[in-house]
């Protein structure tokens, strides 16, 4: 069990670049969940999949954000025209439904946007 | 709209002492609620959870004790070390909800003064 993996750990990139992150979760963990921290607040939920499926989707998830978890394993988050106000650590958690109450957390990806 | 709320961004304590951090929360549909710790640069690291049908939760030297009248939980840690130093984060979930997505207050940061 190497536990929830997130690549890459740190991205700087231009405003209006387009970037995806990745996030293997602990294998055979049938939900998968992304959540964005910006400084001083907690992590907010951006969006689930249970297994490939992605069954809910925060407004804090705007059309300029898409997620997949082809095959139900890992899952990319991509952000397309960043803006400034993306720079935040996006964390990913997986857990088995049902199966507890709490998630385990990856890492995160640090993004910076300038 | 903060559901999950910890009023006090910071905390110090002396070591050996005990550590007592707080958490209110507004939606009654919550049932179960939990503790994250988080150190820099890492992914949040679940540490300990209670269900709303207990009142108390024990686990080592960390304890949770819930307050379902007043909506309000806390975490003592004791007796302090200096490893605790961290930020802890208060979090909450509804297993109604079926998507088990955890909503997050913003963090105390606890430091332990040798």
């Known amino acids: 069990d190497t536990g929830v993996s997130q690549d890459p750990r740190h991205k700087i990139t231009k405003r209006g670049q387009n970037v995806t992150f990745r996030c293997d979760p602990i294998?055979?963990?049938?939900?998968l969940y992304w959540y964005r921290q910006t400084l001083g607040q907690g992590p907010e939920f951006l969006t689930y999949?249970?297994?490939?499926?992605?069954?809910?989707k925060s407004r804090l998830l705007s059309d300029r954000f898409s997620a997949e978890r082809p095959k139900g394993s890992f899952s990319t988050l991509e952000i397309q025209r960043t803006e400034q106000g993306d720079s935040a650590m996006y964390l990913c958690a997986s857990k088995l439904m049902d199966r507890g109450v709490g998630a385990f957390f990856g890492q995160g990806t640090r993004l910076t946007v300038v | 709209d903060q559901q999950v709320k910890q009023n006090s961004p910071s905390l110090s304590v002396q070591e050996g002492r005990i550590s007592i951090l707080n958490c209110d929360y507004t939606n009654s549909m919550f049932d179960y609620f939990l503790w994250y710790k988080k150190y820099p640069a890492e992914g949040p690291t679940f540490l300990i959870s209670?269900?709303?049908?207990?009142d108390k939760n024990e686990d080592g030297r960390f304890t949770v004790f819930l307050n379902k009248s007043a909506k309000h939980l806390s975490l003592h840690i004791v007796p302090s070390q200096p490893g605790d130093s961290a930020v802890y984060f208060c979090?909450?979930?509804?297993?109604?909800?079926?998507?088990?997505?955890?909503?997050f207050g913003t963090g105390t940061r606890l430091t332990i003064i040798p």
């Open positions: 209670i269900s709303s049908i207990k």
């Open positions: 294998s055979e963990h049938n939900r």
């Open positions: 979090a909450a979930s509804g297993t109604n909800f079926g998507n088990e997505k955890l909503t």
């Open positions: 999949f249970q297994n490939e499926a992605q069954l809910e």
